[in-house]
């Protein structure tokens, strides 16, 4: 019987013995308590290293009386469980000192099981928040800080860093440090492992950090977006490494750009005395930057901006035709966009480049600057279409940070932020 009390507890000390199982009010609400002795035959003495007898037979380690204490265990059954332990007490006669019995469930002075602390630790890879836990598994707020707080030593050191061959890099707004609102994050292209999280952005922070890492010299690609610096790095830091510039942000800015005509043009239709016209790019906008291929020939349908009598049925293809019809300046921009367009969703640098270096003197100037930005790009571009890696795996890292974030309504301290974060990426392992 009470071996099969242990079990459910899951206690394996053979030295624990359960006296007694009792329901009992602790702070207005039932708790169920369990009266237990541990009580492990003597041994030697830990500061003197008396033996329990000496070589005359004369006992030297004796019992010394019990301590009572008391332990926060896991709810059992939706009901708070506690122990009341009794924790045998020895005196060493040699040297006159006292200790207490230990055990593995316990730690020394503590009044939390480890049982709990490992559920915590548990918890904490989860996005929940810290008061979230702290209700769940009936301890304070700060217990689960500080539980938190002593994962730091499970943290990868930074002596002992190593770069992956392929280094994501990318940045997401922490609001927790007071030098950088933005906080940096870098990950390995090929297995999407988070390598790392540091308070600031800034380069001349990254600098250092990665120079003192193990291997700069290993890593072949830097992937990143267009926004940030972070292409100086490879000069400074990794020699070796080929810029990627993430294909999804070069779709991204030339879509922006695309877009951001369309709305002016649709403001000088407007000024010329066009009414319906400007509405009706409007609300076909995304069938503008449509991709040409899956454009519908053949299915005839009613249209909410061309309606009858006048439009009786149109297919997708005639509709946009009616829309480019609007005025030359957006055919132009439409042929430009799709064509490079089209070169880039073929991975065709080649072409991609050289469309953008002879785009149509007739094209609207601020649209054409803006295309040009990416020859500034050019390389990164090119790296881009050549090779695999993009910053998929990271950007969903950040989406799961966000989530953290939102859940735990804000980080204070950078640190803990990093530990959580490292713990729901299972970069670090606790047993
Ligand atoms: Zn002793």
Redesign the pocket.
Known sequence: MENSIKKMLRLTDKYLTIQDVSYETFHQTNTLVIDAVLAPPTSA?L????AVRDSKGKT?IVKNGKKMTCIRFDQFNHLPLIMRLKKQRYH?R??H?HWTAQSYFVRPNHSIAEHVKMKIIALLTEKVSLSFIAKHCQVSIPTVTRILKSLKTYLPKQAKRHLPKVLMVDEFRSHVSSEDKMSFICADGETGQLVDILPTRKLSRLTTYFQTCVNPSDVDYLVTDMNAAYFQLTKKVFPHAKLVIDRFHVIKHMNQAFQDFRVREMKRLIASGNRTMPRKLKSHWRLLTKNRKNINHTEYKTWRSFRAPKYPYLTEAMVLDRLLSASTALKVAYQAFHELADAFRDKDHESFFTLLHQLPETLDKEFRLKLQNLLSYEEGIRHSLIYPYSNGKIEAKNTHIKTLKRVSYGFKSFENMRIRIFLTNQVIHVK
């Open positions: 003495c500061t003197c290293g008396s030297v060493c040699n040297c000192t």
